[in-house]
């Protein structure tokens, strides 16, 4: 195998100089390389055997580029023995779409019939990530990193098929370290409540802490416990309404959860009863007052 290269090309490489490293090894050989739009875009018309390609993960990779967070991190774009794609054809997408140079690894001279054994592991997700850096409640956190990002993009029906990327949601909890108090007060509700997902529990604790954490605080508490409830204060209209309905479809979807607890917590802010907690479907989730 040839020698790693660990210095960057004082140039841009081109489609002759990926040729001649191809070329010039014996067998399979690791390189890295910076690779430019231009170089990405010609070496994708050797992109002849490959599985469908997905626009969302070119989309996902595009963005990280774009914001200046793809690490080098040994994985590798692939190529056979005479420079046909194997493995990458997302990331090469997403450098011509991001239109920004990436430094990666590169394995060239592999024998075509290895395609097949690539990637053939489970992707690592976000909880897993949050998970190796020790966050507690990391799988409850990366759920509402997810929503929280999705409602910050404006997606209020919590529909669209994109979502954050590792570290997008890693920026997001830096940006907002204080979800983590979010998903613990999330799973302990959860515990005394289980009716409502910590997902949904979570997400609505960050986004009504940041209007009153007082009364977020009592309204989690009476939530979770449903002591000293008069008859139509609308947190036991929504606990009657979610125990109802959940003993009845099975599970609800997972933006009515989030609309039922907005909507209660308006109610209960404008000091309005409840007698019952009815939504029509397909509205977007409401904002919080």
């Not at 774009?77 to 794609?85: A, L, M, R």
């Amino acid at each position: 195998m040839s020698a790693l290269a660990t210095a960057m090309p004082a140039a841009p490489m081109t489609l002759a100089a990926f040729d001649a490293l191809t070329a010039s090894a014996h067998g399979p050989g690791a390189h890295v390389i910076e690779l430019h739009p231009q170089l990405a875009g010609r070496l994708l018309r050797r992109n002849t055997h490959n599985r469908a390609l997905r626009s969302t993960a070119v989309d996902d990779y595009a963005r990280d580029i774009e914001a200046g967070t793809w690490p080098l991190n040994g994985e590798a774009i692939k190529f056979d023995t005479h420079g046909n794609v194997l493995d990458g054809q997302h990331r090469l997408h997403a450098v011509v779409k991001a239109k920004k140079p990436v430094q990666t690894f590169i394995i060239t001279g592999l024998p075509a019939e290895t395609q097949t054994t690539m990637d053939s592991g489970r992707r690592r997700t976000t909880a897993d990530a949050l998970s190796l850096a020790a966050e507690t409640n990391a799988t409850t956190v990366a759920a509402i990193l997810g929503r929280l990002w999705a409602w910050e993009q404006g997606d209020r029906k919590f529909t669209r098929r994109t979502r954050p990327t590792t570290t997008e949601s890693q920026n997001l909890l830096a940006k907002h370290p204080q979800i983590r108090r979010s998903a613990e007060v999330a799973q302990r509700t959860h515990t005394a409540f289980p009716h409502i997902p910590p997902s949904a529990l979570g997400t609505a604790h960050h986004l009504l802490t940041a209007i009153d954490p007082a009364a977020t605080a009592w309204f989690f508490q009476r939530l979770g416990d449903g002591a000293e409830l008069p008859t139509g204060h609308p947190i036991l209209a929504l606990r009657t309404r979610v125990t109802s309905e959940r003993a009845k479809e099975g599970r609800i979807d997972w933006a009515r959860h989030l609309a039922y607890l907005i909507v209660t917590w308006n109610a209960y802010r404008d000091g309005r009863n409840l007698s019952r907690l009815v939504l029509r479907p397909g509205n977007p989730v409401p904002t919080p007052k």
